[in-house]
């Protein structure tokens, strides 16, 4: 008889894309029992890893303060429940600004886990790095702050147009070519096409004045664009072959990549350099700026919150949580940063770890209700009504020209309430605030989107 997959699959063997290889090896050459164990030990497969039978423990820095909030911080611990089944994860903790993000089991917005030796890029999605900056412009008028920086800075799909573009440093560049994840042409070139961006959504330009010193204070708000998206379609491409293999049961988006591999050390090291990329990013804007105006800065500081962090064998994942505790960020370079919303001051502030911070702080606001539902619950307003009414006194911009009302306060949650549960769980110190002069959005990308105008075109 010809030895075919069942017999493979009689023998203990997990279906794979070496059986057909396999298969045909042992009927041309006609294997005997013994011959085919001794072929097969090559193929040996690792055992298993099952789901946690229980969650593990998590941490909740969040509760309700209203009924509107009731769906959201149930959904949150709920997704945490069954997220924390996952083999790698050992703990857990979610912030005030807390908020699902997907299918039940995807890690939240808001939400912290550490795995042992496994790198988990669902944990921080394609926006890797989103990270936040601030220079101090000292006695500086705040609105010809923002009126530079609205000439310098981009927002929007895809990168500067030629002529227009900053400049990538050569070593980065040479980084990227020495690193299996990041060695691509074409998304180098991305990489350099996109330095001085800000990308859509909730990212943005803000400038205010310190609370403390008077100083005029430019902040910006963005990730690593097309580079981190792109880095993070090929992790999780290699954390799902992982996931086939050894733990089938774990979900899609929670595979993981297991740091001793080639593939681990790899892609750690891939994170690192996106890491400087985004930094660099901010930099630009920033320092053209400050070039454009003729002035000296007279201080900056820089935290991502939305990255993953070492600490020996364990690997903190957070999906929107700030770092406090200095042995997460090799470059410290002062308090960090919290922003809530466009008409709310961002926070500057620090902290150390305790029980129930796991070392980290919220990042923002975060929503209560998706962008389609706030916007349903204003229809009874005109854009221009909503507008007026939530910006009034701020010096508010969509670089598109086109109002998202999505991004205005209101599609946030009360960021006093953040702000209360921040204290109440003694999560962080609030050291400084910067008071809302104005602010740049991308604003609503999709109503006037160039693919949209070529379809009615061709109409």
């Known amino acids: 008889m010809e030895f075919n997959g069942n017999n493979l699959i009689e023998l203990g063997y997990r279906s794979a894309k070496w059986f057909k290889e396999a298969i045909a090896h042992i009927n041309e050459n006609n294997l005997n029992e013994n011959q085919i164990t001794a072929y097969l030990e090559q193929f040996k497969q690792p055992e298993l890893i099952p789901l946690h039978e229980t969650a593990k423990d998590f941490i909740i820095n969040i509760r309700a303060e209203h009924e509107s909030e009731n769906d959201n911080v149930e959904k949150v611990i709920n997704t945490m429940k069954v997220l924390m089944k996952t083999p790698t994860l050992v703990a857990g903790a979610i912030m005030p600004d807390a908020c699902p993000t997907g299918p039940e089991g995807q890690i939240p917005v808001g939400g912290v886990v550490v795995a042992k030796n496994a790198i988990h890029p669902g944990f921080h999605s394609a926006d890797i790095c989103c990270s936040v900056m601030l220079t101090d412009f000292g006695k500086t008028d705040p609105k010809e702050v923002l009126d530079a920086a609205h000439s310098i800075t981009h927002f929007g799909y895809g990168g500067r147009p030629r002529g227009e573009q900053m400049e990538m440093s050569q070593e980065l560049m040479d980084a990227f070519r020495g ?39 430019l902040v910006t708000h963005h990730g690593s664009r097309a580079p981190g ?85 364990l690997f903190y994942h957070a999906k929107g949580a700030t770092p406090l505790d200095d042995k997460f960020m090799p470059d410290i370079t002062g308090p960090r940063l919290i922003p809530l919303n466009m008409s709310e001051p961002v926070l500057i502030v620090q902290g150390k770890t305790n029980e129930r911070n796991l070392g980290f702080a919220p990042h923002g606001a975060g929503r209560n209700f998706s962008r389609t539902q ?86």
């Not at 961006?197 to 909730?202: A, V």
């Not at 670089?399 to 599609?411: C, G, H, K, R, V």
């Open 374 to 459: 706030h916007k349903k619950s204003l229809a009874h307003k005109t854009i221009e009504e909503v507008f007026a009414e939530e910006t009034q006194g701020l010096d508010i911009r969509f670089f598109s020209n086109e109002i998202d009302i999505s991004e205005l306060p209101t599609a946030y949650k009360s960021a006093k309430n953040v702000r209360a549960q921040i204290e109440e769980y003694e999560l962080c110190e609030v050291l400084d605030e910067v008071m809302p002069y104005g602010c740049i959005m991308a604003g609503d990308v999709q109503k006037n989107a160039p693919w949209k105008k070529k379809k009615k075109f061709r109409k």
């Open 179 to 217: 690193n299996w994840f990041l060695n691509d042409e074409k998304l180098i070139s991305i990489a350099r096409s996109h330095m001085g961006t800000q990308g859509d959504g909730n990212h943005f330009l803000f400038v205010g004045i310190s609370k403390n010193t008077g100083n005029t204070m």
């Open 229 to 313: 998206a792109a880095l993070y379609d090929k992790g999780m491409k290699i954390a799902n072959r992982f996931r086939q293999e050894i733990s089938p049961e774990t979900l899609k988006e929670n595979a993981w990549i297991p740091y001793e591999t080639e593939e681990g050390k790899s892609y750690w090291e891939a994170l690192q350099l996106i890491r400087t990329w985004t930094k660099e990013n901010h930099t630009s804007i920033h320092d053209a700026v400050l070039h454009k105006m003729n002035i000296e800065k007279q201080d900056r500081y820089w935290n991502e919150h939305n990255f993953v962090f070492k600490d020996g064998d």
